[in-house]
């Protein structure tokens, strides 16, 4: 099945998303193919307030929302350095990801990473650090990467090694148009397609769901190995 990449940022990152499928196209162990969706800017200028430097936040969440954060996608990256006045509007975009899709492979890069932590968590005259740690501390980011060319590289390794609840999505989104009709009765009449968003979100049906799968596979596992 297709897998699929998106990045955000702030300027235009074109030549790296090349550079990806260029990679994965390359790359031999990766039997499927890779495709990377249109780049993301939450600062563009369609999402500029009256004022035309400030950024309307629930403008720009909901392009996200509507345009990309309701199909599946693999791994997603976001700059850390979105705005040069909103320091924390990485912080606001990757909890927005996290809301919709806990199953994808997340990760932030920027080439000044430590400068702009520093200045997020040392600011005098206000208290953003809390909130913005938590944030960051329970949004499962796989990777913080400082140098933009490693991007494409490192982006190939983390299509290789996708998350549990990635897999399952995957292997529901493939079979998406059959209907449950055996076990895990809270379910039943389900389509696959259905039960796939259950599980990016991780609802608690979702990760009921996740959590009834991989004991049923385990189980199967050791009942085929039972002398």
Not at 19 to 46: H, M, Q, T, Y
Not at 106 to 127: A, H, V
């Amino acid at each position: 099945m297709e897998k699929k990449i998106l990045l955000i940022d702030d300027n235009d990152i074109s030549d790296t998303l090349e550079a990806i499928e260029d990679d994965c196209a390359g790359d031999s162990e990766l039997e499927f193919k890779v495709k990377c969706l249109p780049w993301f800017n939450p600062v563009g200028r369609k999402f500029l307030n009256a004022d035309n430097t400030t950024i309307n936040l629930e403008l720009s969440r909901q392009h996200l929302i509507e345009e990309y954060l309701g199909d599946k996608i693999d791994v997603i990256g976001c700059d850390f350095n979105l705005h040069s006045e909103n320091k924390t509007l990485a912080f606001e975009i990757i909890e927005t990801i996290r809301q919709l899709n806990k199953s994808a492979t997340l990760f932030i890069y920027s080439g000044g990473m430590n400068r702009s932590t520093l200045q997020l968590f040392s600011e005098e005259g206000r208290k953003p650090g809390e909130r913005y740690l938590k944030i960051a501390m329970t949004s499962n980011i796989s990777a913080y990467i400082n140098n933009r060319n490693a991007i494409a590289e490192r982006v190939v390794e983390m299509i290789k090694q996708p998350s549990i609840e990635l897999q399952i999505e995957d292997y529901l989104m493939q079979n998406q148009s059959l209907t449950l009709s055996h076990y895990l009765e809270e379910f039943k009449g389900k389509q696959f397609f259905e039960i796939s968003k259950e599980v990016r979100i991780q609802s608690e049906v979702g990760v009921r769901f996740t959590k009834e799968f991989i004991e049923r596979g385990i189980s199967h596992i050791v009942d085929l190995n039972i002398d």
